[in-house]
């Protein structure tokens, strides 16, 4: 009985970093991505490659 509990014990603390785990200020990080490509593009236009 005892390994049927330890194994269950495992089971409930595994954590497998799952989308529910993904808390966090999803909108900064959307804003910032968004003006690092727009930033990126800016650059590469002034470079002249493109």
Known sequence: MTSTSA???LLLR???GGPK???G???LE???GWTL???LAVF???AGLM
């Open 37 to 39: 490509v727009v930033l």
């Open 14 to 16: 595994a954590r497998t």
């Open 25 to 27: 200020p999803k909108l």
């Open 44 to 46: 590469v236009t002034r």
């Open 21 to 23: 785990d993904d808390r």
């Open 7 to 9: 194994a269950t014990r």
């Open 30 to 32: 959307h804003v910032l």
